[in-house]
């Protein structure tokens, strides 16, 4: 799931952008009604469904909010052990998240080794060795202004009522009808076309993300709607249980930034094992060779995933993670 499209102190997702390698988006399931990011819909005794052992992990790639986080916004003493005895036994962690860069400090205290997490739904690739408030950007994947202003016009005649905020590097902002979905003030309160025109206040900066927000839809009619009328222009998705959508450049994802990540290392897709619950974890699960939708997760990612873990409030990933360095140990 991601986390700039809630705040901090909600069970919840993001904002920001990418360049291309783009995995084919799963045809989007009717919702059965508003779907909780962290309902339960397995036990805390049930064991996880685990995929056939192939080959042994070299990195663990997992989403935030909805799982590895806990509703609180917590990293659990169980979650933790388990992410650093990863490590200690060779195994890379890779944070990928919807979250802009600066709503990282949740998880700082928790990077080891590279200390490389991708943030915004694959628009960057951020260190966070700096710790709050210091990370640098390693790599910037943005989204075309002329893209942008085309996704926000076709996206508006689709479905009127449509508003917008822009996700950069640094800086949000908004429209004025935009809700306010996050705790953090705007930088800016204008309509998006100026907001993204060349010479408008945000120019200073890439664009990582835009989101979009209607107040009536379905969540999943408006990604359906969404991308049938943007097409090829952009990538867009959606982490949060309301009807909000987060559009990078074409090809961006977590799924393909992350391939770029584990090829700079070596490492191949059927060595990485990834977790999550959202639908824009849907492509990073299809493309990993090990995947676990959380026992909280969407049903487009339960159909996505090779198997499936308990829900974040009962430790899924960690419950994994602990299986795993068991096959580890015996092999």
């Not at 790639?61 to 509703?71: I, S």
């Not at 800086?171 to 809700?179: A, L, S």
């Not at 959606?238 to 987060?246: F, N």
Request: one cysteine or more; hydrophobic letters at 40%.
């Amino acid at each position: 799931m991601s986390a700039d499209e809630t705040e901090p102190t909600m069970t919840g997702h993001n904002a920001a952008g990418e360049d291309s390698d783009h995995s084919p988006a799963r045809a989007p399931v009717r919702a059965r009604g508003p779907i909780r990011e962290n309902e339960a819909v397995t036990s805390a005794t049930r064991q996880p469904e685990t995929p056939a052992p192939t080959v042994p992990p070299r990195l663990i790639a997992t989403d935030l909010d909805g799982t590895l986080l806990r509703d609180d916004q917590s990293v659990s003493v169980r979650t933790v052990a388990a992410l650093a005895a990863a490590e200690e036994a060779g195994i890379e962690v890779f944070f990928v998240t919807g979250r802009p860069a600066r709503w990282m400090d949740v998880v700082s205290e928790h990077v080891h080794g590279h200390g490389l997490a991708i943030c915004g739904n694959g628009a960057a690739v951020v260190d966070l060795h700096g710790g709050p408030g210091a990370h640098r950007f390693v790599k910037v994947r943005e989204l075309a202004r002329e893209n942008a202003l085309d996704a926000v016009r076709l996206l508006r005649a689709a479905a009127p009522g449509t508003v917008y905020a822009v996700e950069q590097t640094y800086g949000f902002h908004q429209e004025p009808e935009y809700p306010k979905l996050h705790m953090e003030i705007p930088d800016t309160l204008e309509p998006a076309e100026k907001l993204l025109a060349p010479d408008g206040v945000a120019a200073a900066e890439p664009v990582l993300k835009i989101l979009a927000y209607h107040p009536e839809i379905d969540p999943d009619a408006f990604l359906a709607t969404a991308r049938i009328a943007v097409g090829g222009r952009a990538t867009i998705t959606r982490s949060s249980p309301s009807a909000l959508l987060e559009i990078s450049g074409p090809g961006v994802s977590k799924a393909s930034t992350l391939a770029l990540c584990c090829a700079e290392r070596g490492i191949s897709h059927e060595e990485v094992v990834a977790f999550g619950d959202m639908p824009n974890d849907v492509e990073m699960l299809t493309w990993a060779g090990r995947s676990y939708a959380m026992g909280n997760a969407h049903p487009d990612v339960i159909a996505a995933a090779s198997g499936r873990t308990v829900a974040n409030n009962e430790d899924g990933v960690a419950v994994v993670i602990e299986q795993l360095l068991m096959e580890h140990q015996q092999s």
